[in-house]
């Protein structure tokens, strides 16, 4: 297994969340990790703070994913190791009450965004011998009525995984998946437009659907990133890390 340190890492949605959670895991363990946003002010004082590169900008916009790559090689002496591919949105509500340009949207910057980066990043980490890593979620192990938007962006992501790495292997490029549990985080505050309390409320109420009967943090799904990023004959993987939320049991 490859050793993190000194390793060129693009880490989108950088400024809050998991990306952030993720950013901090690994510079503090010698990686150079170049982290990207929509929100400048959230971007750049997570880089300030952990002591890592950033660029502000929007995974939907050809130029800005560029210039993304171009700070991540710049940040990295001129290579790329790993690209994770976590900016992400949420959208929810009935079927029947759906708008067709937010739905695209979504689809836009949890999918096509990411689709397009790893394009972009491909031919850097077939030089490295690198790896993607895309963030899925636990709504594609259990059905939440009203999350079907998010739902399908992240099963599309979970299925683009598995292609990849078949499609990009053969160029010694690696591809997995992390399939995140109920992790607290300013996503789940923002898109459901809850308080912090209320939003942790949320993730309590869950827990008897759990097995490990604890809310997760962002070091969890970080040391599972860190893992598959190294772990040099893994390809094509899923890694739930949900604290068992996917077993479908019910501990009421």
């Given at each position: 297994?490859?050793?993190?340190?000194?390793?060129?890492?693009?880490?989108?949605?950088?400024?809050?969340?998991?990306?952030?959670?993720?950013?901090?895991?690994?510079?503090?363990?010698?990686?150079?990790?170049?982290?990207?946003?929509?929100?400048?002010?959230?971007?750049?004082?997570?880089?300030?703070?952990?002591?890592?590169?950033?660029?502000?900008?929007?995974?939907?916009?050809?130029?800005?994913?560029?210039?993304?790559?171009?700070?991540?090689?710049?940040?990295?002496?001129?290579?790329?190791?790993?690209?994770?591919?976590?900016?992400?949105?949420?959208?929810?509500?009935?079927?029947?009450?759906?708008?067709?340009?937010?739905?695209?949207?979504?689809?836009?910057?949890?999918?096509?965004?990411?689709?397009?980066?790893?394009?972009?990043?491909?031919?850097?980490?077939?030089?490295?011998?690198?790896?993607?890593?895309?963030?899925?979620?636990?709504?594609?192990?259990?059905?939440?009525?009203?999350?079907?938007?998010?739902?399908?962006?992240?099963?599309?992501?979970?299925?683009?995984?598995?292609?990849?790495?078949?499609?990009?292997?053969?160029?010694?490029?690696?591809?997995?998946?992390?399939?995140?549990?109920?992790?607290?985080?300013?996503?789940?505050?923002?898109?459901?437009?809850?308080?912090?309390?209320?939003?942790?409320?949320?993730l309590e109420k869950m827990l008897p659907m759990q097995v490990i009967n604890r809310i997760g943090v962002g070091e969890d799904i970080a040391e599972a990133i860190d893992y598959l990023i190294r772990?040099?004959?893994?390809?094509?993987?899923?890694?739930?890390?949900?604290?068992?939320?996917?077993?479908?049991?019910?501990?009421?």
């Open positions: 297994m490859r050793a993190i340190e000194g390793m060129s890492i693009l880490i989108t949605g950088g400024g809050s969340g998991l990306g952030e959670a993720t950013a901090r895991y690994l510079a503090a363990r010698g990686a150079k990790v170049t982290i990207t946003g929509r929100r400048l002010e959230m971007v750049s004082a997570v880089a300030q703070a952990i002591g890592c590169a950033w660029v502000a900008g929007d995974v939907t916009v050809s130029s800005d994913r560029q210039r993304m790559i171009d700070a991540a090689l710049a940040h990295g002496d001129g290579r790329l190791d790993a690209l994770v591919n976590n900016a992400g949105n949420m959208l929810r509500g009935p079927i029947e009450q759906l708008d067709e340009a937010a739905l695209l949207g979504i689809f836009h910057s949890n999918v096509v965004g990411a689709m397009m980066l790893t394009g972009l990043a491909s031919r850097h980490l077939e030089c490295t011998k690198g790896a993607v890593i895309f963030v899925g979620s636990s709504h594609t192990r259990r059905a939440f009525p009203g999350a079907s938007p998010y739902a399908a962006t992240k099963a599309a992501v979970q299925t683009l995984t598995q292609v990849l790495a078949a499609e990009l292997g053969d160029r010694g490029i690696r591809v997995n998946c992390v399939i995140p549990g109920g992790v607290l985080t300013e996503l789940n505050v923002r898109a459901g437009f809850l308080t912090a309390e209320a939003a942790a409320e949320r772990a040099d004959w893994t390809t094509g993987a899923v890694l739930d890390v949900d604290g068992g939320l996917g077993l479908g049991v019910t501990n009421a």
